[in-house]
Nanobody, 123 residues
Framework: QVQLAESGGGSVQAGDSLTLSCAATGSTVRYTMAWFRQAPGEERIFVGGISRDGNGPNYADSLSGRFEISRDNNKETLVLQMNNLKPEARAVYYC?????????????????WGQGTQVPVSS
């Protein structure tokens, strides 16, 4: 049974940096992992993902260069480093896992989800 738990959310101002973590249990070293976010009243969208071995993280085009994803398979932890946050980044952030090789940008490809952590960004 895979369980994911996000942490690190909290109020920040535009331009700030914030680090989110996702603690995983259930041998997630076998899983491709990703971060998604969902703003109020909007659909859940892909932020970025990372393969099982940690190679080649990929990101949503609008976020490339400001967000960075990493993972520590020994600690079963996924990290999202967010820099120069913009007000539109205000959302609930979710980590997700799937058994496929590549970090798909589609929510329906992911079987395992955390409960989410809120990131309110004020301008």
């Amino acid at each position: 049974q895979v369980q994911l738990a996000e942490s690190g959310g909290g109020s920040v101002q535009a331009g700030d940096s914030l680090t989110l973590s996702c603690a995983a249990t259930g041998s997630t070293v076998r899983y491709t992992m990703a971060w998604f976010r969902q703003a109020p009243g909007e659909e859940r969208i892909f932020v970025g993902g990372i393969s099982r071995d940690g190679n080649g993280p990929n990101y949503a085009d609008s976020l490339s260069g400001r967000f960075e994803i990493s993972r520590d398979n020994n600690k079963e932890t996924l990290v999202l480093q967010m820099n120069n946050l913009k007000p539109e980044a205000r959302a609930v952030y979710y980590c997700a896992g799937r058994t496929g090789r590549t970090p798909s940008p589609q929510t329906y490809d992911f079987r395992y989800w955390g409960q989410g952590t809120q990131v309110p960004v004020s301008s």
